[in-house]
């Protein structure tokens, strides 16, 4: 449903060049929508490329819990089931706010991954792959897409969202072997990074001549003495001018007071709405990071309080992005790294199990308001529509409209974006 | 090994002691002394081989900056550099690399480097890491072996208050089994057994779950005991239990006693009738079992080969930039060492040695692949030229601690505060303290503490691993923000008295001050192109001359040339 009062058009000022050709240096107001006719602006966003909003729930959510209750049975846990804008399907009561967006969303309840470590697991889920190779990682999901989407648009094309005393799981694995380009800028707390205000007494002038003389010092130097790390340090210098440059990108105090009021006060609301403000700025993929899952101990509480603070965001967040048009072209994923035990342990926890498990997706080449695979009564194996991790990310490729056999390269060694797999052609619009 | 009989703690360690002592007493004496100083024969096994490498020596500025990275963290000053090139003695490298090692500072990068090992940055729980540091800097300055090293750290249970620092690798583990069995084997042993915690290692056929729980039993049986009386946790350990495990794979289950990787079993002792079965406690205190499996560890931990051979690769990869097996904490057949006899004869001859650290690190000094310059590599890929033995010397990144207190030197913070120091001691010793020698006999606590609060804010900066994990220092756009718009490193620039800035306002000559400026931050002289580069962006701004040598020197201190150790 269209509201058109959601809109402030002072707030967004719209140019047709930002928005197709990626962001001049400095220059008045960033890309967005204002002043436009839904339609024009769906248009101007569909010519613009696809982009991907990544919500990754670290730890692993509970299925049970979520996507796939089994309510009054074995393992099920004391939540009901909740019905859903989806017809004939029902979510865990802990989502009620997403159950009423659900209809955007399509969600898949036959996963099987094999894989029940946290890292590795995380690798495959994020990487497409199920480790490395000789000599090497494989790039992930968002250092791949921001390299075969990315060019021309709004730098940084890769951004990750995630809490300051969560480093690490900013950092795992990411741009690989495609180089420091395609790396990922992570900002935390929902602020922008730190130190993209130069200090008052270097003006415009002063700092372009401090690259200058940083430049040529390295200039002699590299025909000596280059190597990946070289590179990448002094691209560090380049990345960071680009962000100088993109710091409003994230201003969030740019957004509109009601809004920040939807989105609520708290840490993954705020994240929720950077995400949405970036996205609208055309940057090409975007990872979210809620923690954590990783329920091992009083599972029940612990999923009733971080789906709590999931829930109402998301929800907003994907109205949202329906609201602006960006559905069409902004492939929606929301997973963890696997699922949890049907069996409930003596801590009240539930242990980490891939061998059946849940996400939804939906959104840029994706067939809304589907449920596709389905376990047994008892949420303990998969008896329909499964589907393993690359699959998975043969199904990510072509809904954005990318051949997942499609090479990258490592040097001149070509490697596939992700292991052999189907993808699910039953969903794909 | 099976103890037959019960033998007291006490009684125990010190048996495995003497065996230890025994053991390298008689391989010393098996093989008649050498001879052959070790960097000649790793010379011999790199360089003399039939189509090898033929190596470029460095330059004497590029060396020295090399050697007192390595050895004491952080880059040469100024004058050192100059004194070391107007030095013309033969054996000056030599006489340089004893210098370094005997110097405060080699103890204290020492340390630095073995709490990143041992400690991965942990926070501290249950010792203050003062303590800890304090500790391994004493044993560094005194040159304690490495197998005593590790004796004291693997065998003391922290009751003793004068070793209770060397606890610090279990109590901050808070005698976790799964943390100790991973840690123990990756840095005492150079493999890292992580993934073999829950089956065998799937992409590691040599890293078996049995090797991952046959460690776990030494200290399975190891708990955290709050001592009240003494108000500090300690070690206790229970007298029994078993150390079973499932693979999470198969399902197979296995059961084992403690043994590290092939080595032998140590079985319980099996009891006389009316022996004592419950460990035994005083009122308060944490129990002592009739037999402890854990002081069964340190021996053989040291006893088998591999830990000699773990801490030879590592301390290559200290100087080399890449360890022979590489990474350092994965040695398994299937990542084989790059020259598996220059590894065999690194592993024998510091046990020779009798693990002495200072000595090993001083013959990898003066090897000619140590002194020789890194293979030039315009294109940027990073080819192992043909014919070498798969060996190189490494371009390689400074670490965070290196590359903030380098940055302390370079900007010439260390001059300002040792002049400051200097000017605070009485006025009769103020005279002494100021001749050139004396300079070093200022207490390099006093300077570090001075100094460390700036130098932890640029270091926390630069570390990109959690802590717990191996020590990684990815490169980001956040650091780069943080060099080009954070408060530190134009702070450390400003001039104050005695730092580079002020030394070089001072300077009308050019030519000295493109000297003073290059010596000092990049440890090299200039070439004449680089004075003229100096001299025209001076030229350029005559008005504002202090911001335009303060912007120079930031060049320099964020260039490729600085980060780097080459």
Same mark, same amino acid.
């Given at each position: 449903m269209w509201k058109s009062s959601r809109y402030h058009a002072a707030e967004h000022q719209f140019s047709r060049r930002t928005f197709l050709g990626g962001l001049a240096a400095g220059g008045a107001g960033l890309g967005g929508l204002a002043g436009l006719s839904r339609r024009a602006a769906a248009e101007q966003i569909k010519s613009s490329g696809k982009r991907v909003l990544l919500l990754f729930q670290h730890g692993g959510l509970s299925q049970f819990e979520s996507w796939d209750p089994k309510p009054n049975t074995e393992f099920g846990g004391p939540f009901a089931a909740i019905p859903t804008s989806i017809p004939g399907v029902a979510v865990s009561?802990?989502? %009620?706010?997403?159950?009423?967006?659900?209809?955007?969303?399509?969600?898949?309840?036959?996963?099987?991954?094999?894989?029940?470590?946290?890292?590795?697991?995380?690798?495959?889920?994020?990487?497409?792959?199920?480790?490395?190779?000789?000599?090497?990682?494989? %790039?992930?999901?968002?250092?791949?897409?921001?390299?075969?989407?990315?060019?021309?648009?709004?730098? %940084?094309?890769?951004?990750?969202?995630?809490?300051?005393?969560?480093?690490?799981?900013?950092?795992?694995?990411?741009?690989?072997?495609?180089?420091p380009e395609c790396a990922p800028v992570v900002a935390f707390d929902e602020s922008a990074p730190d130190h993209l205000v130069p200090p008052a007494e270097l003006d415009a002038a002063r700092l372009a001549r401090l690259d200058s003389l940083r430049n040529q010092a390295n200039a002699r130097f590299e025909r000596q003495r280059k190597s990946d790390e070289t590179a990448a340090y002094q691209s560090s210098f380049d990345k960071a001018r680009q962000l100088m440059r993109q710091k409003d990108l994230f201003n969030l105090s740019r957004e509109s007071a009601a809004d920040h009021a939807r989105y609520g006060s708290e840490p993954f609301g705020q994240r929720c709405l950077l995400a949405r403000r970036l996205l609208e700025h055309d940057c090409t993929f975007v990872k979210l990071n809620h923690l954590n899952y990783d329920a091992h101990f009083e599972n029940f509480d612990n999923h009733l309080r971080l789906l709590g603070e999931f829930d109402r965001p998301f929800a907003t967040l994907l109205e949202d992005l329906d609201h602006r048009g960006m559905l069409d072209t902004t492939l929606v994923i929301v997973m963890g790294e696997f699922g949890r035990t049907p069996k409930v342990n003596s801590s009240i926890g539930r242990d980490h199990w891939a061998k059946s498990w849940s996400m939804v997706l939906g959104g840029c080449g994706i067939k809304p308001g589907m449920v596709w695979g389905g376990t047994n009564a008892t949420g303990t194996e998969v008896v329909d529509g499964q589907v393993t991790a690359f699959d998975l990310f043969h199904t990510f490729y072509r809904a954005l409209g990318l051949d997942p056999n499609t090479h990258i390269y490592n040097g001149d060694q070509p490697l596939t974006l992700t292991e052999s797999g189907k993808p699910i052609t039953e969903i794909l619009a | 090994m099976k103890l037959e009989h019960l033998v007291p703690l006490r009684v125990q360690i010190l048996f495995a002691l003497i065996i230890i002592v025994g053991l390298s007493f008689g391989s010393s004496q098996a093989n008649a002394d050498p001879g052959v100083a070790l960097?000649?024969?790793?010379?011999?096994?790199?360089?003399?081989?039939?189509?090898?490498?033929?190596?470029?020596?460095? #330059?004497?500025?590029?060396?020295?900056?090399?050697?007192?990275? #390595?050895? &004491?963290?952080?880059? /040469?000053?100024?004058? =050192?550099v100059r004194e070391f090139l107007m030095d013309h003695a033969t054996d000056k490298r030599a006489v340089v690399i004893d210098r370094l090692l005997e110097s405060p500072a080699y103890s204290r990068q020492m340390q630095q480097v073995f709490d990143t090992w041992l400690m991965q940055r942990r926070p501290d729980r249950n010792v203050p890491n003062e303590q800890w540091t304090s500790y391994l800097r004493e044993a560094f300055s005194t040159n304690k072996p490495w197998d005593q090293l590790a004796i004291e750290v693997l065998g003391s249970d922290g009751t003793n208050?004068?070793?209770?620092?060397?606890?610090?690798?279990?109590?901050?583990?808070? !005698?976790?089994?799964? #943390?100790? +069995?991973?840690?123990?084997? +990756?840095?005492?042993?150079?493999?890292?057994?992580? !993934? +073999?915690? !829950?089956?065998?290692?799937?992409?590691?056929? *040599?890293?078996?779950?049995? #090797?991952?729980?046959?460690?776990? $039993?030494?200290?399975?049986?190891?708990?955290?005991?709050? *001592?009240?009386?003494?108000?500090?946790?300690?070690? +206790?350990?229970?007298?029994?239990?078993?150390?079973?495990?499932?693979? =999470?794979?198969? @399902?197979?289950?296995?059961?084992?006693?403690?043994?590290?990787?092939?080595?032998?079993?140590?079985?319980?002792?099996?009891?006389?009738?009316?022996?004592? &079965? $419950?460990?035994?406690?005083a009122e308060g205190a944490p129990p002592i079992p009739p037999f402890s499996r854990r002081a069964q560890l340190p021996a053989a931990v040291v006893l088998h080969p591999a830990f000699s051979r773990n801490m030879a690769n590592r301390l290559w990869a200290l100087m080399f930039g890449r360890g022979i097996v590489d990474p350092v904490d994965l040695d398994h057949a299937g990542n084989p060492p790059a020259h598996p006899v220059l590894l065999q004869l690194l592993s024998e001859r510091f046990v020779q040695m009798h693990y002495d650290i200072r000595a090993f690190l001083r013959e990898l000094a003066l090897t000619e692949l140590y002194g020789s310059a890194l293979p030039s590599s315009p294109t940027g890929s990073a080819q192992i030229p043909p014919g070498n033995s798969g060996v190189t010397l490494a371009l390689r990144k400074l670490t965070p601690e290196q590359l903030a207190w380098s940055w302390l030197r370079a900007t010439g913070q260390v001059d300002a505060e040792l002049q400051l120091l200097v000017s605070e001691l009485p006025s009769d010793d103020q005279k002494s303290a100021t001749s050139a020698g004396s300079l070093r006999s200022i207490n390099d606590s006093k300077l570090y503490e001075r100094l460390t609060v700036d130098a932890q804010k640029v270091i926390k900066v630069f570390v990109t691993s959690l802590p717990g994990e191996a020590s990684r220092s990815e490169t980001t756009a956040e650091?780069?923000?943080?060099?080009?718009?954070?408060?530190?490193?134009?702070?450390?620039?400003?001039?104050? /008295?005695?730092?580079?800035?002020?030394?070089?306002?001072?300077?009308?000559?050019?030519?000295?001050?493109?000297?003073?400026?290059?010596?000092?931050?990049?440890?090299?002289?200039?070439?004449? @192109?680089?004075?003229?580069?100096?001299?025209?962006?001076?030229?350029?701004?005559?008005?504002?001359?202090?911001?335009?040598?303060?912007?120079?020197?930031?060049?320099?201190?964020t260039s490729t040339e600085f980060r780097f150790n080459h």
């Amino acid at each position: 449903m269209w509201k058109s009062s959601r809109y402030h058009a002072a707030e967004h000022q719209f140019s047709r060049r930002t928005f197709l050709g990626g962001l001049a240096a400095g220059g008045a107001g960033l890309g967005g929508l204002a002043g436009l006719s839904r339609r024009a602006a769906a248009e101007q966003i569909k010519s613009s490329g696809k982009r991907v909003l990544l919500l990754f729930q670290h730890g692993g959510l509970s299925q049970f819990e979520s996507w796939d209750p089994k309510p009054n049975t074995e393992f099920g846990g004391p939540f009901a089931a909740i019905p859903t804008s989806i017809p004939g399907v029902a979510v865990s009561e802990l989502l %009620p706010y997403t159950a009423r967006q659900l209809h955007h969303l399509t969600i898949l309840r036959g996963l099987s991954t094999e894989d029940t470590l946290h890292d590795s697991a995380r690798v495959r889920m994020i990487t497409g792959r199920s480790q490395g190779f000789v000599g090497g990682q494989y %790039p992930s999901f968002g250092a791949v897409c921001g390299k075969l989407l990315g060019a021309g648009r709004t730098q %940084p094309a890769y951004v990750k969202l995630t809490g300051r005393d969560n480093w690490h799981l900013a950092s795992l694995v990411d741009a690989a072997f495609l180089g420091p380009e395609c790396a990922p800028v992570v900002a935390f707390d929902e602020s922008a990074p730190d130190h993209l205000v130069p200090p008052a007494e270097l003006d415009a002038a002063r700092l372009a001549r401090l690259d200058s003389l940083r430049n040529q010092a390295n200039a002699r130097f590299e025909r000596q003495r280059k190597s990946d790390e070289t590179a990448a340090y002094q691209s560090s210098f380049d990345k960071a001018r680009q962000l100088m440059r993109q710091k409003d990108l994230f201003n969030l105090s740019r957004e509109s007071a009601a809004d920040h009021a939807r989105y609520g006060s708290e840490p993954f609301g705020q994240r929720c709405l950077l995400a949405r403000r970036l996205l609208e700025h055309d940057c090409t993929f975007v990872k979210l990071n809620h923690l954590n899952y990783d329920a091992h101990f009083e599972n029940f509480d612990n999923h009733l309080r971080l789906l709590g603070e999931f829930d109402r965001p998301f929800a907003t967040l994907l109205e949202d992005l329906d609201h602006r048009g960006m559905l069409d072209t902004t492939l929606v994923i929301v997973m963890g790294e696997f699922g949890r035990t049907p069996k409930v342990n003596s801590s009240i926890g539930r242990d980490h199990w891939a061998k059946s498990w849940s996400m939804v997706l939906g959104g840029c080449g994706i067939k809304p308001g589907m449920v596709w695979g389905g376990t047994n009564a008892t949420g303990t194996e998969v008896v329909d529509g499964q589907v393993t991790a690359f699959d998975l990310f043969h199904t990510f490729y072509r809904a954005l409209g990318l051949d997942p056999n499609t090479h990258i390269y490592n040097g001149d060694q070509p490697l596939t974006l992700t292991e052999s797999g189907k993808p699910i052609t039953e969903i794909l619009a | 090994m099976k103890l037959e009989h019960l033998v007291p703690l006490r009684v125990q360690i010190l048996f495995a002691l003497i065996i230890i002592v025994g053991l390298s007493f008689g391989s010393s004496q098996a093989n008649a002394d050498p001879g052959v100083a070790l960097h000649h024969e790793i010379d011999r096994l790199l360089v003399s081989v039939p189509g090898a490498l033929v190596l470029q020596p460095a #330059d004497d500025s590029e060396f020295l900056r090399r050697v007192s990275l #390595d050895l &004491t963290g952080q880059i /040469p000053s100024g004058a =050192a550099v100059r004194e070391f090139l107007m030095d013309h003695a033969t054996d000056k490298r030599a006489v340089v690399i004893d210098r370094l090692l005997e110097s405060p500072a080699y103890s204290r990068q020492m340390q630095q480097v073995f709490d990143t090992w041992l400690m991965q940055r942990r926070p501290d729980r249950n010792v203050p890491n003062e303590q800890w540091t304090s500790y391994l800097r004493e044993a560094f300055s005194t040159n304690k072996p490495w197998d005593q090293l590790a004796i004291e750290v693997l065998g003391s249970d922290g009751t003793n208050p004068q070793t209770r620092a060397a606890a610090k690798f279990y109590l901050d583990r808070e !005698c976790n089994t799964d #943390d100790l +069995a991973r840690d123990i084997s +990756a840095v005492f042993l150079g493999r890292n057994h992580r !993934c +073999a915690q !829950c089956h065998d290692h799937p992409i590691v056929p *040599d890293y078996k779950q049995s #090797d991952y729980f046959g460690i776990a $039993a030494f200290v399975d049986r190891t708990f955290l005991f709050d *001592d009240k009386v003494r108000k500090q946790k300690v070690m +206790a350990e229970k007298a029994e239990g078993v150390t079973a495990f499932t693979s =999470a794979l198969t @399902q197979i289950r296995g059961v084992t006693p403690p043994r590290i990787l092939d080595g032998p079993e140590f079985c319980d002792p099996i009891l006389e009738k009316g022996d004592s &079965t $419950a460990a035994s406690s005083a009122e308060g205190a944490p129990p002592i079992p009739p037999f402890s499996r854990r002081a069964q560890l340190p021996a053989a931990v040291v006893l088998h080969p591999a830990f000699s051979r773990n801490m030879a690769n590592r301390l290559w990869a200290l100087m080399f930039g890449r360890g022979i097996v590489d990474p350092v904490d994965l040695d398994h057949a299937g990542n084989p060492p790059a020259h598996p006899v220059l590894l065999q004869l690194l592993s024998e001859r510091f046990v020779q040695m009798h693990y002495d650290i200072r000595a090993f690190l001083r013959e990898l000094a003066l090897t000619e692949l140590y002194g020789s310059a890194l293979p030039s590599s315009p294109t940027g890929s990073a080819q192992i030229p043909p014919g070498n033995s798969g060996v190189t010397l490494a371009l390689r990144k400074l670490t965070p601690e290196q590359l903030a207190w380098s940055w302390l030197r370079a900007t010439g913070q260390v001059d300002a505060e040792l002049q400051l120091l200097v000017s605070e001691l009485p006025s009769d010793d103020q005279k002494s303290a100021t001749s050139a020698g004396s300079l070093r006999s200022i207490n390099d606590s006093k300077l570090y503490e001075r100094l460390t609060v700036d130098a932890q804010k640029v270091i926390k900066v630069f570390v990109t691993s959690l802590p717990g994990e191996a020590s990684r220092s990815e490169t980001t756009a956040e650091q780069a923000l943080y060099l080009l718009n954070g408060p530190i490193l134009r702070k450390w620039i400003s001039p104050r /008295p005695g730092n580079l800035l002020d030394r070089l306002m001072h300077e009308t000559s050019e030519i000295q001050l493109t000297e003073e400026l290059f010596l000092n931050v990049l440890s090299r002289p200039p070439v004449s @192109q680089e004075t003229s580069w100096v001299q025209e962006t001076l030229a350029a701004s005559p008005a504002e001359r202090v911001t335009t040598i303060s912007d120079l020197i930031e060049a320099l201190l964020t260039s490729t040339e600085f980060r780097f150790n080459h």
